[in-house]
């Protein structure tokens, strides 16, 4: 069985990143979308703090993911 690769923080927080550009959201608005301050979220986006699950299913649901919402929601 092949070995699952891992996902660097630095990989998450640009992903992220890149998301909430390509979405217009500012840090701001997406600190709010996911109940954290703007600090925090600009660490996640630095690769220096991880996002969270709970985190994560936000911005799943912020960002319209389908297939995501459709197979976990």
């Known amino acids: 069985m092949a070995k699952a690769s891992r996902i ?12 909430r550009k390509q979405k217009g959201w500012n840090q701001t608005d997406l600190s ?3 109940g954290m301050t703007q600090s925090n979220l600009s660490k996640i986006e630095n690769g220096l703090a991880y996002l969270g699950f709970a985190e ?6 912020a960002a319209k993911f389908s297939k995501f ?5």
Do not use: P
């Open 56 to 61: 994560f299913v936000l911005l799943a649901q």
């Open 69 to 73: 919402n459709q197979k976990f929601l």
């Open 8 to 19: 660097s923080r630095k990989e998450v927080g640009a992903f992220i990143k890149a998301l």
């Open 32 to 34: 709010k979308i996911l």
